[in-house]
């Protein structure tokens, strides 16, 4: 298979929502256009998209159709369905590859994985029935967390478990789906990194942010995290770990506690873009959108050099009603999304305030 696309060649994105759209919005100045796959229609990607198929994730024909209109194809989220992966890598460069998508979509794969590439993680044990249930609470403790294995994000498919009698009805509360218990981490602050790795094996990693959650979404991300060089360093050298761990190529989102003492712990991993690095749009030298095009195309990657200090803020269902306001204020860069309906928690846009370096 070809390994470097073109400028003028067709990326295929396999979702559409925001990171979809912003991603298309990055690989225009590159000359790539892109071909949106999802069941959704009029999606926020697909409004700045070249072409969009609407069709199931199983729909094999329109599958084929795409696969022979793209060069390459990517994904904004990860619980696409890995037949259709399998389906579009015969054809055409996956990237990043079938082994991140198939990693992350279990949170207990995902947390083996990060421990066999010598990465720490909370304690953890698998939940599959009542008594592995009570093995796991005899193992970790409480207060714990239990974790639905399968398709979680923004605080949805966890329960929180303050004493052990009350593990049952957590457990009942999730419909009894496999799960995860993990530990309950007493952390200082949660970070983030956000990196690429390129064909070549190139890696660039944007520097360490702290992000702030509300209801279990996230809230604000901080550039940079205020945290010792040390355990900045730290961090990144774990997401450099994971990324040659996976032989990735694209963008990776790495979610970490940063302890008192030793270095972070990995929570867990997103193979795409990631919310916490909407900031680099106007925060750094190349956007972690940019960075993905490149990386998945086969172009050298860009600097990730920081160039502002940043505050990135989600905008959350109505919050949107606030963008007069956000277009008036001096400094501030507004995103809105196209989403037609504002829902309680959900991403509407988000808005970038930047300052100048405090370390210049």
Same mark, same amino acid.
């Given at each position: 298979m070809?390994?470097r696309i073109?400028?003028?060649g067709v990326i295929?994105i396999l979702?559409?929502?925001?990171l979809?759209r912003?991603?298309?919005?990055?690989?225009a100045? %590159?000359?790539y256009r892109?071909?949106?796959?999802?069941?959704e @229609? @009029?999606?926020?990607?697909?409004q700045?998209?070249?072409a969009?198929?609407v069709?199931?994730?199983?729909?094999?024909?329109?599958?084929?159709?795409?696969?022979?209109?793209?060069? /390459?194809?990517?994904?904004?989220?990860?619980n696409i369905? $890995?037949?259709?992966?399998d389906r579009l890598?015969a054809?055409?460069p996956?990237?990043?590859g079938?082994e991140?998508?198939?990693?992350?979509?279990?949170?207990?794969?995902e947390?083996r994985?990060?421990?066999?590439a010598g990465v720490?993680?909370?304690?953890?044990?698998?939940v599959?029935?009542?008594s592995?249930?009570q093995?796991?609470?005899?193992?970790?403790?409480t207060?714990?967390v239990?974790?639905t294995?399968?398709?979680g994000?923004?605080?949805?498919?966890q329960?929180l478990?303050?004493q052990?009698?009350a593990?049952?009805? @957590?457990?009942a509360s999730?419909g009894?789906?496999?799960? /995860?218990?993990?530990?309950f981490i007493?952390?200082q602050?949660e970070?983030?990194?956000?990196a690429a790795?390129?064909?070549?094996?190139?890696i @660039?990693?944007?520097d360490v942010?702290?992000?702030?959650?509300?209801?279990h979404?996230?809230d604000?991300t901080?550039a940079?995290a205020?945290?010792a060089?040390?355990s900045a360093a730290q961090?990144?050298?774990?997401?450099?770990?994971?990324l040659?761990?996976?032989d990735?190529? *694209? /963008?990776? *989102?790495v979610e970490?506690?940063?302890?008192?003492? *030793?270095?972070?712990?990995?929570?867990?991993?997103?193979?795409?873009?990631?919310?916490s690095g909407?900031?680099t749009?106007?925060g750094?030298?190349?956007?972690q959108f940019?960075?993905?095009?490149r990386?998945?195309?086969g172009?050298?990657?860009g600097?990730?050099?920081? %160039?502002?200090?940043?505050?990135m803020?989600?905008?959350?269902?109505?919050d949107?009603a606030?963008w007069?306001?956000l277009l008036?204020?001096p400094?501030?860069?507004?995103? $809105?999304?196209g989403?037609a309906e504002?829902r309680?928690?959900r991403?509407m846009?988000h808005v970038?305030?930047?300052?100048?370096?405090r370390?210049?």
């Open positions: 070809q390994q073109a400028p003028g295929g979702g559409s929502g925001q979809g912003m991603l298309a919005l990055a690989a100045p %590159l000359g892109c071909h949106i796959y999802s069941p @229609a @009029a999606s926020p990607a697909a700045v998209s070249a969009a198929t069709a199931d994730y199983g729909d094999a024909d329109a599958l084929e159709a795409f696969a022979r209109s793209i060069d /390459v194809v990517t994904y904004e989220f990860e369905p $890995l037949d259709t992966a890598a054809q055409r996956l990237r990043p079938r991140a998508l198939r990693v992350a979509q279990d949170r207990l794969e947390k994985f990060v421990r066999g720490a993680t909370a304690p953890f044990a698998a599959d029935d009542d592995s249930l093995a796991a609470l005899a193992e970790i403790g207060p714990a239990l974790k294995r399968r398709f994000y923004d605080g949805k498919g329960a478990i303050a052990p009698d593990a049952a009805a @957590a457990w999730l009894k789906a496999p799960a /995860v218990l993990e530990g007493a952390f602050r970070i983030s990194v956000v790795r390129g064909l070549d094996g190139e @660039a990693c944007f942010v702290e992000n702030r959650h509300k209801n979404i996230l604000v901080i940079p205020p945290i060089p040390e961090a990144q050298q774990i997401a450099r770990r994971l040659h761990a996976l990735y190529v *694209g /963008v990776i *989102g970490m506690f940063v302890l008192e003492d *030793g270095p972070p712990l990995v929570n867990e991993f997103a193979p795409r873009v990631h919310n909407h900031w749009i106007e750094c030298r190349t956007s940019a960075q993905h095009i990386a998945i195309t172009l050298p990657l600097s990730p050099e920081r %160039l502002f200090d940043a505050e803020t989600n905008l959350l269902g109505e949107i606030a007069p306001a008036a204020e400094g501030a860069h507004l995103h $809105l999304y989403k504002a309680p928690g991403k846009g970038t305030r930047l300052r100048p370096r370390d210049e």
